[in-house]
């Protein structure tokens, strides 16, 4: 059965940071690349980062400079390092792969 668990969320001040992490199981991590979106209340999904197979990253502008996405193939696992949150970052963020989805992990940023 193919698990994609993100853990890591929560509430936090303007300026700070999280760091979100994806565990994933049930099929071979490292050949496929893994995806950061979001979605934030009444808005549609935005992709925000991702690793691929060999470690390349993209990342959207809208984070970029902020946001750090990483893999541990070893771990099966993916990190979404945030920094300087801004309100407008508050979202549930979901990691996908290979087709499946998490059930997503609540970061709000607030004072």
């Known amino acids: 059965e193919v698990r994609l668990v993100e853990s890591g969320g929560g509430l936090v001040q303007p300026g700070g940071s999280l760091r979100l992490s994806c565990s994933a199981s049930?099929?071979?991590?490292?050949?496929?690349?893994i995806n950061w979106v979001r979605q934030a209340p009444g808005k549609g999904p935005e992709w925000v980062s991702v690793?691929?197979?060999?470690?390349?990253?993209y990342i959207s502008d809208s984070v970029k400079g902020r946001f750090t996405i990483s893999r541990d193939n070893a771990k099966s696992t993916v990190a979404l390092q945030m920094n300087s949150l801004k309100f407008e970052d508050t979202a549930v963020y979901y990691c996908?792969?290979?087709?499946?989805w998490g059930q997503g992990t609540q970061v709000t940023v607030s004072s």
């Open positions: 996908n792969s290979n087709g499946f």
């Open positions: 049930g099929f071979t991590f490292g050949a496929y690349e």
């Open positions: 690793i691929a197979v060999d470690g390349t990253t």
